[in-house]
């Protein structure tokens, strides 16, 4: 009774007609995006290969340290020493360089909309709904527009990572910022501030720990996503994964998966302990 009174709205027809005219007129500037991100991608690729892996585990484990000390170091150089017997490291460092090129850009995107939001309550009213469109669509939808406009291969996956992992980063800016005292801002203005003053001086180092939390959640997200995507043809350990599930096997999924684990604990540890070393020298002002 429905369908006669109300007949099928053609929502894929528009959304295809949308996709072909973009195909038509925006291909120079999708060829542009593709090259950029291909040549991060290859970047990072290349800097976590040309370095030695024994090598390499010894400055991450440096690194765990200074952030987490020794029993977060530990846990990064017994991992990252099994990522390498289990002969996944490469395929490892394939996914790092993609997950950092995605939280990168995702970053470079996010923080400043989200500081444009935290500035017009009208720019926030405009975003919200496209944020929480962009986090509840399910994350294989992405996979179809991405392949359309940059074919199979790394970038489509980091593009669909970068829709799929934006949106904390730009609500948790949002909210650092206005989360700022009330008062400390009307000092600020008191004493003569200017807008970007009060904002590079006042707003956003109080409203770092925040912001590290968005990252975090950022970094997390586009880990996930990144995995799905070795469906349209990104390589690292997500292509591992993909493999073992068509081919059913469980013990070579398995492994792969671990890898994973272990690379989003080290990398979720490290962004929490800087949030943490962040929040102890606010307090301690």
Same mark, same amino acid.
């Given at each position: 009774m429905i369908d006669v009174l109300i007949p099928k709205l053609p929502v894929a027809a528009w959304v295809d007609r949308i996709v072909e005219w973009m195909e038509l007129h925006v291909k120079p500037l999708f060829t542009a995006v593709k090259a950029v991100i291909g040549a991060v991608v290859d970047s990072f690729d290349w800097l976590f290969h040309v370095i030695p892996p024994l090598l390499l585990i010894v400055i991450f484990t440096l690194l765990a340290y200074w952030l987490g000390r020794w029993k977060m170091a530990l846990f990064t150089l017994i991992g990252f020493l099994l990522i390498e017997n289990l002969g996944l490291w490469d395929h490892t460092m394939q996914t790092l360089a993609l997950v950092i090129t995605a939280a990168v850009i995702s970053v470079l995107f996010g923080v400043p909309l989200g500081i444009l939001c935290a500035r017009s309550n009208a720019v926030q009213r405009g975003i919200t709904p496209i944020l929480d469109f962009m986090q509840t669509m399910p994350? %294989? /939808?992405y996979l179809l527009p991405a392949v359309s406009f940059f074919s199979l291969g790394v970038v489509p996956g980091v593009i669909a990572s970068i829709i799929f992992a934006i949106p904390p !980063?730009?609500? $948790? !800016?949002? $909210? *650092? &910022?206005?989360? /700022?005292p009330r008062d400390l801002v009307e000092a600020?203005?008191? %004493? *003569?501030s200017t807008p970007m003053q009060k904002?590079?001086?006042?707003?956003?180092p109080l409203a770092v720990p925040t912001i590290m939390a968005g990252i975090n959640q950022t970094i997390m997200l586009a880990l996930s996503m990144v995995v799905i995507s070795s469906?349209? *043809?990104?390589? *690292? /350990?997500g292509a591992d994964v993909y493999r073992a599930v068509t081919q059913a096997k469980i013990g070579v999924g398995f492994e792969a998966g671990l890898a994973i684990v &272990?690379?989003? &604990?080290?990398?979720d540890r490290m962004t929490q302990n800087i949030i943490r070393t962040k929040e102890r020298g606010r307090k301690q002002k």
């Open positions: 994350a %294989f /939808v !980063t730009i609500r $948790l !800016t949002n $909210l *650092g &910022i206005r989360q /700022v600020a203005d008191a %004493f *003569g904002l590079l001086k006042l707003q956003l469906m349209i *043809g990104a390589q *690292g /350990v &272990i690379l989003a &604990i080290v990398l």
